[in-house]
């Protein structure tokens, strides 16, 4: 019974990895497209707008409120990264430690 019990407790850990890992991939693969969209909305800011074009002025500033929008939102992302990452790792010592008493019990 005891058995049966830690290898149940095992597979949850394992689906619970599973989820978080497939989670983590998502959010990492949403901070690249976000760099890459920073990256082109930092090149098409041109520092001479304002100077040389005989549009508004408020599309430059509306680039660097999205600038800011899109880094506020990267910093927000890395921070979940970093706290799933800790959480698989957190799983993968508990499936470390569920695996050697399985065996002590075995």
Known sequence: MLKQFLLNYKQELMERKIDLTNSFQNNEMLIKENEEYIRFVEASEDKNYGSFSPQS???????????????????????????KKEEIEHIDQRLSELLSIIEEVK
Do not use: D, F, G, H
Request: charged share 35%; glycine share 0%; aromatic share 4%.
């Open 57 to 83: 002025y408020n599309t430059n500033n509306n680039n660097l409120a999205k600038l800011k929008e899109l880094k506020e939102k990267q910093k927000q992302l890395k921070e979940v990264s970093a706290r």
